[in-house]
């Protein structure tokens, strides 16, 4: 048996995926704190409609994601940020729509829930079948072996 078959290595690479989702969670809150605070500032104060405001949000939260997920989530400080970047605002791009869409039906179909919290779980939909996959295979993936690294 290799040493990239052996038990040890399946859990070693297993660990590593886990912490990295665990601090891509982490910053991901800190986002959808923002996103959750920019979208109910733009309903309750600035009066906008729920989907603008909606964009709004997203659009704060999105500048800390980046941030977040390249220095903390996936530590993929080895590779040009600008190249991260334009592969960040793509995914983004694909990710709005899709994600204003999610808020929308959510709407649609529990109007009697604070959108608030609609946008909320939208958020949470999206990170788990969309966000996280795409920014963990395309747009941070240095192209290294996962190999866990002793905490120093």
């Known amino acids: 048996m290799s040493e990239s078959q052996s038990p040890w290595a399946t859990r070693s690479r297993f660990a590593v995926q886990a912490l990295r989702f665990g601090r891509s969670l982490i910053v991901g809150s800190g986002g ?3 996103d959750f605070a920019a979208l109910a500032f733009s309903i309750r104060v600035l009066g906008l409609e729920p989907t603008w405001g ?3 949000g997203l659009l704060v939260g999105g500048v800390v994601l980046f941030l977040g997920s390249r220095s903390f989530a996936f530590r993929a400080g ?3 940020a600008v190249a991260q ?3 960040f605002v793509i ?3 694909i990710g709005f729509p899709l994600n204003i869409l999610t808020f929308k039906v959510l709407v649609w179909l ?3 829930v604070l959108p608030e919290l609609l946008g909320l779980l939208a958020n949470f939909l999206l990170f788990v079948t969309y966000y996280y996959p795409v920014r963990n295979w395309l747009v ?3 192209k290294q072996p996962l190999v866990a ?3 120093t």
């Open 91 to 93: 995914s983004e791009l």
């Open 32 to 34: 959808t704190a923002l």
């Open 140 to 142: 941070f993936n240095t």
């Open 54 to 56: 909606r964009a709004v």
């Open 149 to 151: 690294q002793p905490a």
């Open 85 to 87: 970047a334009k592969r």
């Open 78 to 80: 080895s590779e040009s």
């Open 110 to 112: 529990l109007p009697q």
